[in-house]
Antibody, heavy 117, light 107 residues
Framework: QLQLQESGPGLVKSSETLSLTCTVS??????????WGWIRRPPGKGLEWIGS???????HYNPSLKSRVTISVDTSKNQFSLKLSSVTAADTAMYYC?????????WGQGALVTVSS | EIVLTQSPDFQSVTPKEKVTLTCRAS??????LHWYQQKPDQSPKLLIQ???QSFSGVPSRFSGSGSGTDFTLTISSLEAEDAATYYC?????????FGQGTKLEIK
């Protein structure tokens, strides 16, 4: 059974870097054809794609966040990670890791990250 | 960037009613359009992929249609448990974009 679990600090100071890791269990992250991604939902707002990566490191980033985002993969640990730099209050959100083929078929439970001043 | 516009933003409906939600893309995306349901304090769940393919385990009252720029999600007979926010998502232009969501309230 595929499971995705987000981990990382729930509180980040303004102007610092938000870091989250997603641990994948039940399937190898090396699975061909799949991308592993990050999606967020700010309070009271809708879903927003941050970006995604495949096992070989090919990435797609949201153009509006591209300058601040890095997504990486560690196949030895079956994990992928998100770094978002220079955060502001607008980056406060529930952050989800997910698996995408075309549609997103599996989601993590989400990690709430609050940016404090 | 491909913009997805959902309508309506909010709908209040009675059980057993037929519900139709729409999603319009700013350019043609073929059938690379997917639908999700998100309930409070839960992760989104995939309902329909590639416009009309039901995802495993999804009740048969949910169906999707459309291609190009106009898409619909239909709930044939609404149940109380269907109260949620529904999102469309396009994977034509990666990483993809979501619609703003339609919140469905049960009367």
């Amino acid at each position: 059974q595929l499971q995705l679990q987000e981990s990382g600090p729930g509180l980040v100071k303004s102007s610092e870097t938000l870091s989250l890791t997603c641990t994948v269990s039940g399937v190898s992250i090396n699975s061909s054809g799949y991308y592993w991604g990050w999606i967020r939902r700010p309070p009271g707002k809708g879903l927003e794609w941050i970006g995604s990566i495949n096992y070989s490191g090919n990435t797609h980033y949201n153009p509006s966040l591209k300058s601040r985002v890095t997504i990486s993969v560690d196949t030895s640990k079956n994990q992928f990670s998100l770094k978002l730099s220079s955060v502001t209050a607008a980056d406060t959100a529930m952050y989800y890791c997910a698996r995408r083929w075309g549609a997103v078929d599996f989601w993590g439970q989400g990690a709430l990250v609050t940016v404090s001043s | 960037e491909i913009v997805l516009t959902q309508s309506p933003d909010f709908q209040s409906v009675t059980p057993k009613e037929k519900v139709t939600l729409t999603c319009r893309a700013s350019q043609s995306i073929g059938i690379t359009l997917h639908w999700y349901q998100q309930k409070p304090d839960q992760s989104p769940k995939l309902l329909i992929q590639y416009a009309s393919q039901s995802f495993s385990g999804v009740p048969s009252r949910f169906s999707g249609s459309g291609s190009g720029t106009d898409f619909t999600l239909t709930i044939s007979s609404l149940e109380a448990e269907d109260a949620a926010t529904y999102y469309c998502h396009q994977s034509f232009d990666l990483p993809g974009t979501f619609g703003q969501g339609t919140k469905l309230e049960i009367k």
